[in-house]
């Protein structure tokens, strides 16, 4: 059973850094991509980031580019959201999402609250 468990969100204030991690189990992580999204409050899902199986390839959005680093740790099955100059547009519930075979995202996590503010 594929389970993705996400942790880090927090209260940060503007310019602030904070570090999300998802725990991945139920599947052979090392195996496949694994994505960032997140979800402001009264806004549709924004995709973030992805990484490749073992770390060489990152992709970003063009709104969270140069401040957010995705990584993972295949040993740890833990995929990490390093985010720095944090705003208040990044408050929102942020999810980590298994890539499927087709190439979309099947399986995803319940989220971690980022709040911004001062």
């Known amino acids: 059973q594929v389970r993705l468990v996400e942790s880090g969100g927090g209260l940060v204030q503007p310019g602030g850094s904070l570090r999300l991690s998802c725990a991945a189990s139920?599947?052979?992580?090392?195996?496949?991509?694994m994505h960032w999204v997140r979800q402001a409050p009264g806004k549709g899902l924004e995709w973030l980031s992805v990484i490749d199986t073992d770390g060489d390839t990152k992709y970003y959005a063009d709104s969270i580019q140069g401040r957010f680093t995705i990584s993972r740790d295949n040993a740890g099955n833990t995929l990490y959201l390093e985010m720095h100059s944090l705003k208040s547009e990044d408050a929102a519930l942020y999810y980590c999402?298994?890539?499927?075979?087709?190439?979309?995202?099947?399986?995803w996590g319940k989220g971690t609250l980022l709040t911004v503010s001062s």
């Open positions: 999402a298994k890539s499927s075979v087709g190439g979309g995202m099947d399986y």
């Open positions: 139920g599947f052979t992580f090392s195996t496949y991509w």
